[in-house]
């Protein structure tokens, strides 16, 4: 059935006004993407880290002009389709494969970090938010948690100056932790698949945690994966119960009166990728695809966000703030350690 032409030329318009107003900051945000990710593949350096340095250095960008309502755009829009995607990359299957203790080894650490970062968050004088968002991204997944996390958080004047603050600092630390984890499970005398555990459940970023567990062998990087993908699998969960508890409290995502929604519609497509793909519906390619898009976006909103938050607002968020995000990847590192331990 042809559309008619009104209809076409109607929607030709919004279409024409919708790209005129976004294209521009989609555009900056996108290339930095491809840049950032050029310079991790030839320079071995953190793609989410050169995404966020570059944005950072492109800040005025997000100040005033023709680039202010993409970025908005990729800042948000785009950084939820991202955490969407992710729910391709996982499966039921994944996670029976390493047993019942240890599934609740892990499982115990995320809630714990949790727990721990919020407790942290009170006793130096600092606000819940920024406990959910550290707390959140160093138990799960790293800078993906923390943008996802970050949005179902009620807004305020430092959302943006945290979200960024916390990617920083999560992508810093895994870096480091890539290279002096591996050192340290030798000293404790650790084998592959203990230190496969403990890699793939303390390092916050993915891409850290393949790099360290494939650098010890191919036992290792194989379990660190895996162990690091039962960690991803709890963003959701982890996601819907902080929007439901926000909810409950009468927060509002925008700073209106009204409440978020009871489930976020991006954990939504998460949880429904993850079903589907449990099923072994979802083609290898697809699923491929799916994840390759998901990592774009992810590092072209991590680029706005860099954007839109200035240094200097950044280095504003204290001391206090560095001491809880450094204490909790102690506290998970020490708690995964403890527990390898005990179940040995």
């Avoid at 000293?187 to 993915?206: N, Y």
Wanted: net charge neutral; aromatic share 6%.
């Amino acid at each position: 059935m042809a559309i008619p032409s009104a209809f076409r030329g109607v929607l030709f318009d919004r279409l024409s006004h919708f790209a005129g107003g976004v294209g521009p900051g989609f555009a900056v945000s996108l290339v930095l993407a491809v840049t950032a990710q050029f310079l991790s593949e030839h320079y071995g350096a953190p793609a989410m880290l050169m995404a966020l340095l570059l944005g950072i250095a492109f800040h005025f960008l997000a100040e005033e002009g023709r680039c202010v309502q993409g970025i908005e755009f990729s800042a948000k829009m785009v950084l939820r389709i991202g955490v969407a995607l992710l729910g391709a990359r996982i499966s039921l299957e994944l996670l029976v494969g390493l047993g019942p203790e240890l599934i609740a080894l892990v499982v115990l650490g995320v809630v714990f970090t949790i727990i721990f970062g919020f407790l942290g968050s009170k006793l130096l004088g600092r606000g819940w938010r920024l406990a959910l968002l550290t707390g959140g991204s160093v138990a799960i997944c790293g800078a993906s948690a923390a943008m996802a996390i970050a949005a179902v958080l009620p807004k305020n004047e430092h959302s943006e100056r945290n979200l960024l603050f916390t990617v920083l600092s999560v992508t810093v630390l895994s870096t480091v932790a890539m290279i002096a984890y591996p050192i340290i499970t030798q000293i404790l005398e650790l084998d592959h698949r203990a230190t496969g555990v403990f890699l793939g459940g303390t390092i916050h970023d993915v891409a850290q945690v393949v790099g360290a567990g494939f650098s010890v062998s191919e036992e290792t990087g194989e379990t660190a994966t895996l162990v690091k993908l039962i960690r991803v699998t709890m963003l959701a969960p982890v996601v819907l119960v902080f929007s439901l508890a926000i909810r409950a409290m009468g927060q509002s995502g925008d700073g209106e009166s009204k409440r978020p929604p009871l489930i976020p519609g991006f954990v939504l497509v998460f949880l429904a990728l993850a079903t589907i793909n449990s099923f072994g519906v979802i083609p290898e390619v697809v699923a491929t695809a799916l994840g390759d898009v998901s990592r774009w976006a992810l590092l072209a909103a991590i680029a706005a966000v860099g954007m839109k938050t200035s240094l200097r607002r950044m280095l504003d968020v204290g001391g206090q703030a560095i001491a809880l995000i450094v204490g909790e990847t102690l506290f998970i590192a020490a708690f995964i350690l403890i527990g390898i331990k005990l179940l040995a």
